[in-house]
């Protein structure tokens, strides 16, 4: 019998301009992961062979632009295997290397403020994984990697040494999961199963065994796969594969700590002074071990966003970068230095500019915070009086906390799924009772709506035994897998009953997508209703159920739901892909996935209208509601609540109550009039419209006995004082834009006045700052003469020629050529009378203050 | 002394305006009729019409950029200085005028 199998083959070249990196190789091993058969991957320009079903030994493979690659498939399943790796490598391959959609952030430019530009000093570049600014002197902490000498002793017989590996390995693995098992936040959870992912890794494992035959001790070979698999991930630019080479470090100084039995930790620090911590790989421990008064910032080589160092210090408001290139070479001990982790940097030369530059970014950061939190504490109303909920979206009871203090006025998302995934039995009555009671405690009073859990084949939840799908987004998931996990679901749904007796807790059930989801759920809750009620517990018997909208045939029975349901909450993320028919993860049409499609937001516009009609409440708690730019269209639906990353929140409320919600619902209009498919940014920004103006001038943007000493000084001063105002969330772009017009000619007009103006988007409503100076500085002016007061006005991108702000420019460009007005502004001495003398001679209104 | 002028910088959100008045007060205080046409950002404002130019002696272009609708001025003479000048020295310009 022809016993051969014979392996399948075909070639291709790689179509990557940036080559095989972590997400063309995770894809493709998830594929090849999807058969039993074998997969090899050859690398025919170098002859490397990597394992098709491992993602590190496809990154190892080094495939470059260009490589030619052959697979060869062989096993049970070769034939479905090879026929699914050539549609990948046909169909999907060229478009994983299409840059992701950005995760929206609060990002801004990444231009660098010109003070540092023209300082001159170098400025060393980091990922900054906590913000802030800290100053202090370098403390260059113990290398935590195992000692060179310990790795001299040579190895014992091979089969040792990969005992001690392979019980290393368990060891390590055993602790994850131990930890997995505990209650940690989602983050936590993200980074311990990927952890185990990798320890699982069949590469890693060939890797170990072929240096242990090379002869090398267990805890050398540990130490060489960690830095070769760290060095190949390393070689991509993209943030993922960072990560994940940190990570493998991460796993395999476990491993050797395993192996020889000690922990790598220099003894402790003692910190005397405000200090920079500069490491290789910090410990919680050791990170907890510091004075936290003196610690004001970490660099540190290696730790990923996930990691425990990271998490607690950016619960502790630490300033932290990692992966600044060669950062114990660069910032020597006992060396001043500034990171400044909101711009993602360290400077090692505080030159007197330097200085001056973070002494008054500091002051300004203060001021702008306290400005924001005056915004964010109170309810946000519009400026016509409309109340609109700004709520917060969490994964954890702990998350919580932060939520509030930003000002979240409820939770209007608590996700369950972290309960349930990457663990292998499902979470017991009691665990969960006792996380719902901890997120009524920290709501002290305020509502949580807590989502029953959506898991779904793409979620690992192994105890569940859900089949792996070819398009879990649309299979069998969240509702529609109650029915045949009711023990599941029940068990939620006592836990959330129980808590709610200690809190205004309420219902969330996902992807419902008809009325007998929701009748069954009913049915079940009132079943164990009446079990509490006969155990005689506690519970809320008025607990508000409502559904998510996800699934678009919802918004077509909404009558029918309306009536059985008291809440609804729309996930605009699978809800657009849905209605669209686009998949948000799919780069080539991601990008034509737009909330902003006009369809889309009439469908909204639809769904707000039914809610509303039948007397129902309805939020959104999709990516679109954290995103200030559609801020306006939100309001101009009518929302009661939107429901966001806690980060988002002190702004969106800001911008709240800026807005007028009649002119928001002119603006909703205007956008579902649209007949085309625009980026949703070119609608708001050609016709953003709906802002109750902030006033052209405004008492906080009058600056008096200013201390700047230079032009650019004094520029940056005003713009900071827009910053603190909340005018402009990008003083760069602002600040480059008024240099570029200066660049044209001084806008010193002579008369010891200068006027500094541009056009930019950069700013979010027409704005006029006053700085009037302690003493002149140069400023290039017509006569000569060095400049004592300041005007700089900025107008939105939008202003046309009709903007009536700038006919109030042009006016005070002419009132600058009359001496009495210059007079009167020279002399005056308090803000208020600079406000009124140019109000007044503009014919502009004021608010002042007594 | 009738005159026209027209003033235009490139941004066209001050130095236009700036030159306009400095024009405009020099005028009135050395007793000259002036009309100034501004073509700034908001466009042409104060525009001058075919008599306008017709009935002037002298056309004064305080300008970075070029005019917009030069050909109404065909007829008339011109001086030109940039609009820096207009705004730091206007005595100077009407010498120039009048010389």
């Known amino acids: 019998m022809h016993q051969v199998c014979e392996a399948l083959e075909f070639t291709f070249v790689c179509p990557l301009a940036n080559g095989f990196h972590a997400r063309p190789a995770s894809n493709m091993a998830a594929v090849a992961n999807r058969f039993v058969a074998d997969c090899s991957l050859m690398n ?57 959609t950005e995760i929206a952030t609060d990002r801004c430019s990444g231009m660098l403020p010109r003070a540092l530009k023209l300082a001159g000093v170098n400025c060393y570049f980091g990922l900054s994984l906590s913000r802030g600014i800290g100053q202090g002197k370098v403390l260059v902490a113990g290398d935590l990697v195992a000692p060179r000498e310990s790795s001299t002793e040579t190895a014992a017989e091979s089969w040792r040494e990969q005992e001690q590996v392979d019980g290393a390995i368990a060891a390590v693995r055993a602790r994850i999961e131990a930890m997995l098992l505990m209650r940690v936040s989602t983050t936590e959870s ?23 035959a090379q002869g090398l001790p267990a805890d050398r070979a540990v130490e060489e796969a960690g830095q070769f698999f760290s060095e190949c991930l390393r070689q991509s630019e993209s943030l993922y594969i960072r990560e994940r080479a940190l990570d493998i470090q991460d796993l395999c100084l476990q491993l050797a700590e395993e192996i020889n039995g000690t922990q790598f930790r220099p003894a402790a620090l003692e910190l005397s002074e405000p200090s920079v911590v500069v490491a290789d790989i910090l410990t919680p421990q050791q990170l907890l071990g510091f004075e936290r008064r003196w610690l004001t910032a970490l660099v540190l080589e290696s730790a990923a966003a996930t990691s425990h160092t990271i998490i607690l210090a950016s619960s502790l408001d630490i300033p932290t970068l990692v992966a600044v290139k060669d950062a114990s070479l660069i910032l020597l001990s006992g060396q001043e230095v500034i990171v400044d982790a909101n711009r993602g940097l360290v400077v090692a030369e505080l030159t007197p500019p330097v200085r001056r530059f973070y002494a008054r970014e500091l002051n300004t950061l203060r001021r702008r915070l306290s400005a924001l939190e005056r915004h964010s504490l109170g309810p946000a109303i519009t400026a016509d009086g409309r109340r609109l909920e700004v709520a917060a979206n969490v994964s954890s009871a702990e998350e919580l906390i932060p939520a509030f203090e930003r000002g979240a006025d409820a939770i209007g998302l608590f996700r369950t799924e972290f309960l349930y995934v990457g663990r ?106 009446d079990e509490l009620k006969g155990q005689q517990i506690d519970f809320d018997a008025a607990m508000p159920i409502g559904i998510m909208i996800e699934v678009p045939s919802v918004a077509f029975i909404l009558a029918e739901l309306c009536a059985e349901v008291d809440f609804f909450s729309i996930g605009t993320n699978d809800l657009c892909q849905y209605f669209l028919a686009m998949d948000r993860d799919n780069a080539r049409v991601a990008k034509l996935s737009s909330v902003g499609h006009p ?37 101009g639906l009518g929302l009661d609540e939107i429901s966001v990353t806690a980060s988002r929140i002190p702004a969106l409320k800001q911008k709240i ?22 980026q949703p940014d070119n609608v708001l920004e050609r ?71 541009c056009k930019t988007s950069a700013v979010s409503c027409d704005s006029i700052g006053i700085l009037k100076l302690r003493r002149p500085v140069e400023w290039d002016s017509l006569d000569g003469q060095p400049v004592q007061v300041v005007i700089l006005m900025a107008l939105r991108e939008s202003a046309t020629a009709a903007n009536k702000h700038m006919q109030v420019f042009a006016r005070l460009a002419r009132k600058l050529m009359d001496k009495e007005f210059r007079d009167q502004l020279l002399v005056a001495q308090d803000a208020n009378t600079v406000l ?3 109000a007044r001679e503009l014919g502009l209104q004021v608010e002042t203050s007594a | 002394m009738r005159i026209v002028a027209v003033t235009a910088c490139p941004t066209g959100i001050a130095h236009t305006y700036m030159a306009a008045e400095q024009l405009e007060k020099t005028a009135r205080a050395l007793g000259h009729d002036i009309k100034v046409e501004t073509q700034g950002a908001m466009g042409i404002e104060n525009e001058l019409s075919d008599s306008d130019i017709r009935q002037a002696q002298v056309a004064i272009f305080a300008v970075d950029i070029e ?11 011109i001086i030109q200085v940039p609009v820096q000048e207009a705004i730091k020295n206007p005595v100077g310009i009407f010498q120039k005028v009048q010389g």
């Open chain 1, 687 to 757: 016709s953003q419209p709906t802002e109750a103006e902030l006033p052209l001038l405004d008492l906080e943007l009058v600056i008096l006995n200013d201390e700047s000493e230079s032009k650019e000084e004094v520029i940056r001063q005003i713009i900071d004082a827009l910053y603190v105002a909340g005018r402009t969330e990008d003083r760069e772009l602002l600040e480059d834009a008024v240099h570029a017009r200066e660049a044209t000619y001084s806008t010193g007009v002579g008369y010891g006045f200068a006027i500094p103006h």
């Open chain 1, 599 to 635: 369809g889309f937001v009439r469908f909204l516009k639809q769904i707000v209208d039914r809610v509303h009609e039948a007397g129902k409440w309805v939020g959104m708690c999709g990516e679109m509601a954290g995103d200030i730019r559609q801020l306006p269209l939100l309001v």
């Open chain 1, 424 to 529: 292998e039995t499902a979470p017991s009555e009691e665990e969960q009772v006792a996380v719902y009671l901890r997120a009524a405690r920290h709501a002290a009073g305020r509502s949580v709506i807590i989502r029953t859990f959506d898991i779904g084949g793409d979620k690992p939840a192994p105890y569940l035994k859900l089949p792996r799908e070819t398009n879990p987004f649309l299979g069998y998931r969240g509702v529609r897998i109650y029915p045949e996990h009711q023990d599941l679901i029940r068990t939620q749904l006592r836990s959330i009953l129980r808590a709610s007796a200690y809190g205004r807790l309420q219902m969330l059930i996902p992807m419902v997508s008809s009325i007998e989801e929701v009748l069954s759920f009913k049915q079940w809750v009132a079943e164990v209703q």
């Open chain 1, 44 to 100: 025919l320009r170098s002859g490397s062979v990597a394992n098709g079903k491992s993602v590190l030994s496809l990154i190892a493979a080094d495939i470059r632009k260009g490589d030619e690659c052959q697979f060869r498939v062989s096993g049970m399943d070769d034939k479905e295997a090879c026929a699914a790796l050539r549609r990948f490598v046909e169909h999907d391959l060229p478009a994983c290397d299409e840059p992701l």
């Open chain 1, 836 to 838: 009124t003398h140019v």
């Open chain 1, 657 to 678: 109550t800026r807005l007028s919600a009649t002119a928001c619902e002119q603006f909703l209009s205007r956008t579902i009039d649209c007949r085309q498919v625009e």
């Open chain 1, 190 to 212: 993200a980074v311990l199963k990927a952890h185990l992912a990798m320890l699982g890794d069949i590469t890693l494992k060939e890797k170990l065994s072929e240096l242990i």
């Open chain 2, 67 to 77: 005019v917009e609708k030069r050909e109404r001025f065909h007829d008339v003479k």
